[in-house]
């Protein structure tokens, strides 16, 4: 069966020198950069990340639904983001919905695989998402796009921007709205169609630089708002649940560089609001809430300084933060919580030799309720020769608990205020071969335990409740190879991870799978692209018991797109067109086969 839907082809990284595939901030970790602009036809950040080694995107259903992101088996709660680094996540915990930050908005991605809790803090045990906003360049540009797709989708975004080497402004808009229904086949086999999945969402944002000081100032205002249908798992399909979301920030931020760079000082300051509803005037659970609303607020800053002598770069580092929360629910107590937390950071890049660059990192880290913890890390990067580049680091990993962790209280669900933070180790190693500028080849290694994990598990037959007593190792090997020839880029990647509680060696983390491949082909024609992916992942346990899994699946996507002219494009992808059946981690179902159509004009190079 064919649908109209939201579809999107994975990106095709361009090949190039390795240099480009690195992390400022951790230089010796494994990193990929992923431009947006060569990302065909992706819809959402979720399919812009589908490429990326060590990656994977779990789906709630089509475009515009909640999309959460797991790194080396790290679940999201456990992956930081930044926003030109301004950190994503709050207080409250859970993972970042990649589906409420607009793709549109962003230049590049880089994804930085492997603990980072020495530079980025808590809540980075599998690594960092560091998100790049688009800036005005220089004279007048402008893009915009609209999108057609099934369960009547309907989305446009666009943007203008002004600047000159002195200042620069951009302003970038998005709307999107859907149905969302979809025919699919259930457990048993059945035809159904999803319903209650519709979508709305919108946002803008103003992102201004000006020279000031010496230096450069930028300012950053955005919101964003959704509201979507909540349909529920497919043995308990819901017609009345809805939620809704709103975040609106901002930031400012100065850099400047002194005597010819020997010298380089930062400071950021920030601030978000951000709200959250559900209402559910029929719970298939009748001991559930009916309504809960939350609002979060976080405020911090960040001051940084960097000095660069010959052979050197030490970076010292001071920031601190301000999370709250409050929580009204129906037949639950009020909840109102805030924390203070802070950091002194201090990193050291030694190249002692031409091929060699050692790099320490130590953070103290210190929060509410809990003594200051010693953070430290080390990595060395190798280049015994120009086309070969090693990699190795190890480090500690570590996350507070969140505020739901600490303090849930909902029917059979608790939280426990005793919980110490997420403990533990990694080590990983990653070898690099370039023979030219046309082939890349990665291979990576790692290996994490954690000391303290912090779950939900069940104490006896009625009760749940958040513990920190039980441990987990992660192992795993990344692969990628990358070919650009004169009118064909080929991509692949295989990811292979071994994963177990401490306390039970057969019983495997819940949601991750152990074999993930991803394989793409593009041709490019004079004025169209040709292109196609595979996707493939393995079955993943749904307990923590290893006893309940879900099946593997592979998707295979095509699309072409072409140049009109005048600065206009268009395209058309037909996604999963063997209609694979999937699910997601909570047994909602996704769609099959769909097809997006894409019309985007832009001059001036935004």
Known sequence: MWAWGAAAQTPLVVVGHP???????????????????????????????????????RRTGGEGRAQAVQLRGAGAHQVAVFLDGVPLQGG???????????????????????????????????????????????????RARLRLGAGELVGVDGGWAHGDADAGLVVLATAQQAEGDFPYRDARGDLRTRRN????????????????????????????????????PEQF?????????????????????????????????????????????????????????????????????????????????????????TTRAEDAPDRDEARLAGALTAVEAWTPHAKVTLIGALRLDAAQGRDPLPVPAAGVVFRPHRKLTLRANVGRAFRDP??????????????????????????????????????????????????????????????????????ATLTGVEARVELRLNRLTAVAGYDHLRHAFAHAPHAPLPYRPRHAGFGALALHLRRATLHTTVRARGEVHSDVFGQRTLPAYTTWDVGAEGDLGHG???????????????????????????????????????
């Open 19 to 57: 240099e480009a595939d690195s992390d400022a901030r951790a230089p010796s970790a494994a990193a990929q950069i992923l431009a947006v602009d060569e990302a065909a036809g992706a819809a959402d950040l979720g399919d812009l990340l589908d490429a990326a080694s060590g990656v994977e995107v």
């Open 92 to 142: 409250r915990g859970g993972g970042l919905d990649l589906a409420a930050v607009p793709l549109a908005w962003l230049d590049e991605v880089t994804v930085v695989r492997g603990a980072a809790a020495a530079i980025d803090g808590s809540g980075a045990q599998g690594g960092v998402l560091r998100l790049r906003l688009r800036r005005a360049g220089f004279g007048d540009q402008g």
């Open 197 to 232: 999945a519709a979508h709305r969402q919108g946002g803008l944002l103003l992102h201004g630089r000006l020279r000031a000081g010496g230096g450069e100032l930028s300012a950053l205002l955005e919101g964003f708002a959704n509201a979507r249908g909540e349909p529920g």
């Open 237 to 325: 399909e819901d017609l009345d649940a809805e939620s809704a979301a709103q975040r609106g920030q901002a930031a400012a931020r100065w850099v400047a560089e002194l005597d010819d760079g020997r010298w380089a000082v930062e400071a950021l300051a920030f601030g978000r609001v951000q709200g959250w509803q559900f209402d559910d005037p029929s719970p298939a659970d009748a001991t559930a809430a009916t309504a809960v609303r939350q609002v979060d607020q976080l405020q911090g800053a960040r001051a940084q300084g960097s000095w660069r002598p010959e052979g050197h770069a030490l970076t010292v580092a001071l920031d601190g933060r301000r999370d709250a929360a």
């Open 402 to 471: 969140s505020f739901d962790e600490l303090y849930f209280v909902g029917p059979g669900v608790r939280g426990d205020p005793d919980l110490r933070p997420e403990d533990g180790w990694a080590v990983d190693g990653a070898i690099q071969l370039h023979p030219n500028r046309r082939l890349l080849i990665e291979l990576a290694a790692f290996h994490q335990r954690y000391d303290r994990l912090i779950l939900f598990v069940p104490i006896n037959a009625f009760q749940v409740r958040a513990t920190d007593d039980r441990g």
């Open 568 to 606: 206009f494009a268009a395209g058309l992808t037909a996604r999963n067109v063997l209609d694979a059946r999937a699910l997601d981690a909570v047994q909602q179902p996704l769609p099959g086969r769909t097809l997006l159509f894409e019309l985007r004009w832009s001059t001036g190079g935004l």
